[in-house]
């Protein structure tokens, strides 16, 4: 079954602490996008990956890191630098560049407690 | 960058009826533009798409137009059904990022 897959679908985190959200493609995409999406505000750009080993930053990503080193993987870890991390993530990818289809994971939401 | 602004962010419409959706860009480098439906609980799912050279796409019940002058775009939906009810989003890409609008809710009235 190919697709996007997000883990966990729930995540609570107490305060202070780091925590890492999964997302793998099998669908041989090339690029890779993290959102938060937040009642009101549409779904905002985190970080995006088009190559192995490469990301670029996106409109919100103080607070969180990610990494790509390999292209099915994609994972987005929430410091405690983020000062309101409670929200919904999604994660997307795109078979080239951002002007085609973009595959969307179920999404995880985090809860701090 | 680029700022996608989209209204209105509710609507509500009597079945049957016709709803539209209307979005606008800033960046003239983006050249492909979007729009996903996300159903409660659900992910984001591409409904149509359209390209910087075409001005109008339609697919059965749905269209898009795009004015590249203006900058804007818009969503229309013909003989609206309660499964149209979702949040619908516009985005903008084709520099690299896929930039989003804030979102739609659109309700269909029984």
């Known amino acids: 079954d190919g697709g996007i897959t997000q883990s966990p679908k729930y995540l609570f985190r107490k305060e202070g602490q780091n925590v890492t959200l999964s997302c793998e493609q099998n669908?041989?995409?090339?690029?890779m996008y993290w959102y938060r999406q937040d009642p009101g505000q549409g779904l905002r750009l985190i970080y995006y990956?088009?190559?192995?080993?490469?990301?670029q930053k996106g409109d919100i990503a103080e607070g969180y890191s990610v990494s790509r080193e390999k292209k099915e993987s994609f994972p987005l870890t929430v410091t405690s630098a983020q000062k309101n991390p409670t929200a919904f993530y999604l994660c997307?990818?795109?078979?080239?560049?951002?002007?085609?289809?973009?595959?969307f994971g179920q999404g995880t939401r985090l809860t701090v407690v | 960058g680029e700022n996608v602004e989209q209204h209105p962010s509710t609507l509500s419409v009597q079945e049957g009826d016709s709803a539209v959706i209307k979005c606008t860009y800033s960046?003239?480098?983006?050249?492909?533009f979007p729009w996903y439906k996300q159903e409660l609980g659900k992910r984001p799912q591409l409904i149509i798409d359209?390209?910087?050279?075409?001005g109008e796409k339609k697919d059965q019940r749905i269209a898009v137009t795009l004015n590249k002058t203006a900058k804007h775009f818009s969503l229309h939906i013909t003989e609206t059904q309660p499964e149209d009810s979702a949040v619908y989003f516009c985005?903008?890409?084709?520099?690299?990022?896929?930039?989003f609008g804030t979102g739609t809710r659109l309700t269909i009235i029984p």
């Open positions: 960046d003239s480098a983006s050249n492909y």
């Open positions: 997307a990818s795109i078979a080239g560049t951002s002007n085609t289809e973009a595959f």
């Open positions: 359209i390209r910087s050279n075409v």
């Open positions: 669908l041989n995409h090339d690029a």
């Open positions: 990956s088009q190559i192995v080993n490469d990301f």
């Open positions: 985005a903008a890409g084709g520099n690299e990022k896929l930039t």
